[in-house]
């Protein structure tokens, strides 16, 4: 049975200021409100929760919905539940890419093959780390993304040794263009990237992620689940069939067993595309800091001028987004799309907006023009779910509100 508006209750968390205080239209949030309900009450989606941040202050900070099954006593999904961000991670990954740039560790340009030996052959010795962060490397698209072209680099590695062989292994998949040539979403690059952090840090790349974003924006509840401590686990999401299935192994195994990656993960491969736990609140810390060059509160995380390779084209013209049968220019920046009217036609966001969206769905949107930062997600049913209206459709609703 469908919900009614009148059945779904919303549930708010402190806000900082009123939206009119900062120049946002309130009659939008209450308009992107009854939205979301429908949504939820058409079975489209689970949940929707959204918090946003405007002139630095907290405006709104929603959540409707409810968890797939009774969870630690709870059914509903709060303002505090902590949900998988998925591949919105992958922004943390590129920043911490450009923390090393900043240190002079690294370069844009730089080629793989001086951090990656493997590399060092044939069209792979050409990909740059610029090629990586901005998935034009024509390495391994992410299963789904290439029907037509499907590679599983994974089948090419040891599993009894994945730490040693993932990487020979992704060369000997091969490239499905030339690097530079198209856009093709990839879930592997991300860990070549993670990778190139530990090399060049001297600690694992998540480690060096929690001492350089998480610990300096404040961010005590962002977490990989393996790092998750019990009461975090306690208000975990339960969205979809996976999450069921582990709250299922938990009545025989213990809590512990919500702590298991959902992402694709080997021992000895950086989880570095994604995957991580965290609230719509606690993701504007982040948001924040991006908005004050590179400073959070009293502490500089990075160099403004380290930073502005985020909304910095590094894509050209010629470079099409090629994934899931599209044929469509992109502008991408150091691991986030720009957002431009002109190519992307399917959202109305303000021109230059970056952002990131994650499977499941949530997405992260920073807005200098606007000095906005957003963060969004709706849990569908289904885990490979998606519904325009449910993403493109609330991103355009908040920024509406501008």
Aim: with cysteine; net charge negative.
């Amino acid at each position: 049975m469908q919900n009614s508006d009148k059945d779904i209750e919303i549930r708010c968390g402190e806000c900082e200021a009123e939206p009119a205080e900062t120049g946002f239209n309130e009659e939008r949030l209450e308009y992107l409100d009854s939205y979301i309900k429908d949504l939820i009450g058409e079975g489209r989606i689970r949940s929707g929760s959204y918090c946003i941040k405007k002139n630095g202050k907290i405006i709104a900070d929603k959540a409707m919905g409810t968890l797939a099954c009774e969870w630690c006593g709870n059914t509903l999904f709060n303002p505090d539940t902590l949900f998988e961000i998925q591949s919105v991670g992958k922004i943390f990954t590129a920043f911490a890419i450009l923390k090393l740039m900043e240190e002079k560790k690294l370069y844009p340009d730089q080629p793989v093959k001086e951090w990656i030996p493997e590399f060092n052959t044939g069209e792979f010795a050409k990909i740059t780390i610029a090629h990586l962060l901005t998935h034009t490397s024509g390495i391994c698209a992410l299963e789904g993304v290439l029907p037509q072209d499907e590679r599983r680099w994974w089948e090419h590695m040891d599993e009894k040794d994945p730490a040693g062989t993932w990487l020979q292994a992704v060369v000997d998949t091969g490239l499905h263009s030339h690097p530079g040539e198209k856009w093709i979403y990839s879930i592997v690059t991300y860990f070549i990237l993670g990778e190139i952090i530990s090399r060049a840090s001297g600690i694992f790349a998540e480690e060096y992620i929690k001492e350089k974003i998480f610990i300096p924006c404040g961010m005590k509840d962002t977490h990989w689940r393996k790092d998750a401590t019990r009461a975090q686990l306690e208000r975990y999401n339960v969205a979809n069939e996976t999450d069921l299935a582990m709250v299922e192994r938990c009545k025989s195994d213990g809590i512990k067993m919500m702590a298991a990656a959902t992402y694709p993960t080997w021992k000895g491969i950086p989880e570095t595309a994604g995957g991580q736990m965290s609230t719509c609140r606690e993701m504007l810390q982040f948001g924040e800091m991006i908005l004050r060059d590179g400073i959070y509160k009293d502490t500089t995380v990075i160099g403004k001028n380290a930073l502005s390779l985020l909304w910095t084209p590094m894509t050209g013209p010629e470079v099409r987004n090629v994934s899931f049968g599209m044929n469509d220019p992109i502008i991408y920046g150091a691991g986030v799309p720009i957002y431009s009217a002109s190519y992307d036609k399917e959202q109305e966001l303000s021109e230059g907006t970056i952002y990131h969206e994650g499977a499941g769905t949530s997405v992260f949107l920073v807005d200098r023009k606007a000095d906005m930062t957003a963060m969004f997600q709706t849990g569908f049913k289904h885990e490979f779910d998606w519904d325009a209206r449910a993403v493109k459709g609330i991103a355009s609703i908040i920024h509406s509100g501008l």
